[in-house]
C-alpha cells in the first residue's frame, strides 16, 4: 500500500524559509512523478512543484525562483525546499504521487506571518 507522510510544515515570517519532506513508502518515489500542491482558505487547490521520472521540474510562476523541488533517493522521500516565504505562500501544503492515478498526503500546514 502506497502511504505519503509530509513533515516541515510551520509559522514562519516573511522572508523566511521552510523546508517540507515528503516520506513515501511502499514504492520507489524515483519512478514515479511527485508533487506538492498547497490549498489556502476558500481557494483551490493547486500545483506548486512537480518532479517527474525524467527528473524533469516544473514550478507555478508565483514560486519560481523561491521553491526548489528535489528527490532524496537514501530516503525516500521528497522535498521542497522554500525560501524568501511571502504571506501568500500561507496555506496546507500536499504532497501528490501520480502514477495512472493520484495519492495524496494528509497535509502539512504552513503559515507565513508579514
Known amino acids: 500500500q502506497v502511504q505519503l507522510s509530509e513533515s516541515g510544515g510551520g509559522l514562519v515570517q516573511a522572508g523566511g524559509s521552510l523546508r517540507l519532506s515528503c516520506k513515501v513508502s511502499g514504492i520507489l518515489q524515483s519512478i514515479v512523478t511527485m508533487g506538492w500542491y498547497r490549498q489556502a482558505p476558500g481557494a483551490q487547490r493547486e500545483l506548486v512543484a512537480q518532479i517527474d521520472t525524467g527528473n524533469r521540474k516544473r514550478y507555478a510562476d508565483s514560486v519560481k525562483g523561491r521553491f526548489i523541488i528535489s528527490r532524496d533517493h537514501t530516503k525516500n522521500t521528497v522535498t521542497l525546499q522554500m525560501n524568501s516565504l511571502k504571506s501568500e505562500d500561507t496555506a496546507v501544503y500536499y504532497c501528490?504521487?501520480?502514477?495512472?492515478?493520484?495519492?495524496w498526503g494528509q497535509g502539512t500546514q504552513v503559515t507565513v506571518s508579514s
Open positions: 501528490n504521487l501520480f502514477r495512472g492515478t493520484s495519492i
